[in-house]
């Protein structure tokens, strides 16, 4: 091999590993089906919670709350993992845009 074809085979091999990275930043582009589905899962957790614990209307408000409260949470958990991912791979896109001559 002479130092063109080595010198392609490394330009290859960094536009293989850009588009790799653009292909899982597109990836983890939040969708408007992910929170619609979220909310409608919420909406029929707690009809069925409802549905199947009737009493829970009869008592304090709190246990309804609280289990908002944790499908909030873990909600928001998810999300921000995905974000923290989706900026890490902008990361390592941008690196590698910059150590391109």
Do not use: C, W
């Amino acid at each position: 091999m002479n130092r063109d074809d080595i010198d392609k085979h490394m330009d290859y091999l960094r536009l293989n590993k850009i588009h790799q990275l653009e292909a899982e930043f597109e990836r983890l582009r939040p969708s408007l089906i992910s929170y619609f589905l979220r909310a409608l899962l919420g909406i029929f957790m707690v009809v069925g919670i409802i549905g199947l614990f009737p009493q829970i209307m009869q008592q304090p408000v709190a246990y309804l709350l609280l289990f908002l409260i944790v499908l909030v949470a873990f909600g928001t958990y998810y999300e921000s993992h995905r974000v923290n991912k989706r900026i890490d791979a902008l990361h390592q896109l941008l690196l590698n845009e910059s150590k391109q001559p």
